[in-house]
């Protein structure tokens, strides 16, 4: 237990040793007077209402120093970062009136359901990742960058992943040339949330390694499917290209870091994505005021010893 104010316990207690100094003092002469008048008394029973109300200065004076204690406390805090696709893919209808907009809507519920001790980033991925901001508790920054996404470009989602990585920690994550997974320290309060048709791009960082590198940090990485596996046409720079929804590489990304797959393949199953991920808790320690406990304690003792002085003696002190 920690004290605002040691000084005023120190206070409040010589005034209490005072009053049970005094006490003792009348208590003994009382004691003396009455056996030189040959008169018998019960000091216990006259006294006891005195030390109530000295046990209750003593309280009182505890409260008044600002006690507080240090308890662990769970807060839905961290750092999440939404990893949107954005590639050409991400046009298609399959899902209305596109992939792309229902995963912004999809997005907006997500961050408008967070309290506000969650920093939120929002990365766009293309062909190599571009990050669009960065986590911050502001959550209307995180709202207007979704909103401004457009569909355009290819995808690799293992750079996507890296650069969600770079958001958390602040600094440029990559895999080294040898493949081998760069040390980031331990992020467990940090998650990413992939949206994504699960498309991915040749050429890029493999979604294995960057999964790994999120493992290895602690990151958990949860995917959201958006699209069908039946699929649809899209026109993509004048070529007509077909893509499907591909769960199989959204789900073992997910499966890799401890996380979940989403599968929505419609408006009404993204709008529960923001219910359906379990951010993880972190827990600090806090202090917690004990002023009011001691009151009520101090409260109640003064007033047993008036109590039993009224009782014994028919006045109050």
Do not use: C
Not at 29 to 53: D, E, I, K, N, Y
Request: charged content about 10%.
């Amino acid at each position: 237990m920690s004290l605002a104010d040691p000084v005023l316990l120190a206070v409040g207690l010589l005034v209490a040793a005072g009053l049970a100094w005094a006490a003792i003092t009348t208590a003994r002469r009382r004691a003396q007077a009455l056996a030189t008048a040959g008169v018998a008394a019960s000091r216990r029973t006259r006294a006891g209402g005195v030390w109530f109300t000295v046990a209750g200065v003593a309280v009182l004076a505890i409260a008044v120093a600002g006690p507080a204690a240090t308890v662990p406390v769970s807060h839905a805090s961290g750092t999440v970062i939404l990893a949107m696709d954005v590639s050409g893919s991400m046009a298609a209808t399959d899902v209305a009136p596109s992939r792309l907009a229902a995963a912004k809507k999809a997005a907006l519920s997500f961050i408008a359901a967070q309290p506000g001790s969650v920093n939120i980033g929002v990365v766009a991925f293309t062909q190599g990742g571009l990050e669009a901001a960065l986590p911050t508790a502001q959550h209307a920054t995180s709202e207007a960058a979704v909103r401004r996404l457009t569909a355009g470009g290819g995808t690799s989602l293992g750079d996507a992943i890296l650069a969600a990585l770079s958001a958390i920690t602040r600094r440029t994550v990559a895999v080294g040339p040898d493949g081998g997974a760069p040390g980031i320290g331990y992020w467990p309060s940090a998650t990413i949330v992939l949206f994504s048709d699960g498309q991915d791009q040749p050429g890029g960082t493999a979604a294995a390694q960057a999964a790994a590198v999120a493992q290895s940090a602690g990151v958990h990485i949860d995917t959201v499917g958006v699209g069908t596996t039946a699929g649809a046409t899209v026109d993509v720079r004048g070529y007509h290209l077909f893509t499907a929804l591909d769960p199989a590489t959204l789900t073992a990304i997910s499966q890799a870091t401890g996380g979940k797959y989403h599968p929505a393949s419609d408006v009404g199953e993204l709008d529960g994505i923001a219910s359906s991920i379990d951010l993880r808790l972190t827990v600090t320690r806090e202090p917690l005021p004990l002023a009011g406990a001691f009151i009520v304690l101090a409260v109640v003792l003064l007033a047993a010893g008036a109590a039993v002085t009224v009782r014994r003696t028919g006045r109050v002190v």
